[in-house]
């Protein structure tokens, strides 16, 4: 990879003076003042980005080849379907190695690729953010899945198999520069900043901000997964209510076990 020096004149105009001082101080200051703004960081916040990432597969019908025997798309999209770009920079897809080019990268929202196989592999995801988000990717894994677990009957060309995961991407004490210019978007969860707190100007342009919703539109949309906090709660919920009446039933099977053994509680005798 190769560096471009941030000092290279541009279109061989030399931009100093001749002793080596930029003529442009304006533009040598917003560039420091935005280097110090992306460094100074806000303790004890916590900004959020739910993500969800997986696969949509469709059978291409008894004409397909053996080969070619199903379409796929993977993808990382917003929980709620809203552009990522704001936080995510790029997206690598790390394919089975029998594919073309097995390494995929997405430089640009929707992030997802499409290919034809016939056979389930383990799909590698690496996240790239934003250099004032963070410096280092975040990779998951993913299997790709062409055929339904439960199939009463032939596949069908209509119904996808649709295998998604839902996740949330923690950044702990942003930096300001980087809170400033996601706090009001829509796929960002920004929580309640510290009072007095003053932020540097946003740098969403609004060709940015018209893009925030795009995805919105995607064409495979009616297919996505539905999820939101409300829904994890209640799987929370649900799970701490199977486990307590676990623990309720552990205690009657020892307390039947203690009392069929004819052992006296030692405390009862005082």
């Known amino acids: ?18 002793s080596g001082s930029p003529l442009n101080k304006a533009e040598n200051s917003l560039e420091e003042r935005e280097k110090k703004n992306s460094s100074r960081r806000v303790k004890d916040v916590e900004i959020s980005v739910p993500i969800v990432y997986g696969t949509i597969a469709f059978w291409l019908g008894r004409k397909a080849t053996e080969s070619q025997s199903h379409k796929w798309t993977v993808y990382v999209r917003g929980a709620t379907n809203e552009d990522l770009s704001v936080v995510v920079k790029r997206v690598v897809f790390q394919l089975h190695p029998s594919f073309n080019n097995p390494i995929r990268v997405v430089d640009s929202p929707p992030f997802e690729l499409s290919e034809c196989g016939w056979g389930e592999f383990e799909i590698a995801i690496s996240l790239y953010f934003h250099s004032d988000a963070c410096d280092r990717k975040l990779d998951v894994f993913h299997h790709l899945k062409l055929y339904p677990l439960e199939q009463s009957g032939p596949q069908s060309t209509k119904k996808p198999v649709v295998v998604e995961s839902y996740d949330e991407v923690v950044f702990p004490d942003p930096s300001e520069l980087f809170l400033a210019r996601v706090q009001n978007h829509p796929a960002v969860v920004v929580p309640r900043l510290p009072a007095g707190l003053e932020l540097p100007p946003s740098a969403l342009t609004e060709e940015n901000s018209d893009r925030r919703g795009n ?14 906090e409300a829904d994890e709660l209640l799987k929370l919920a649900a799970a701490r209510q199977q486990v307590q009446a676990h623990i309720v039933k552990l205690r009657r099977q020892m307390s039947m076990v203690e009392g069929s053994s004819g052992t006296a509680d030692p405390a009862s005798a005082f």
């Open 1 to 18: 990879m190769t560096q471009v020096p941030t000092s290279a004149p541009k279109d061989g105009v030399d931009l100093s003076d001749g």
């Open 215 to 228: 995805t919105k539109d995607h064409p495979l949309g009616h297919w996505f997964m539905n999820f939101s």
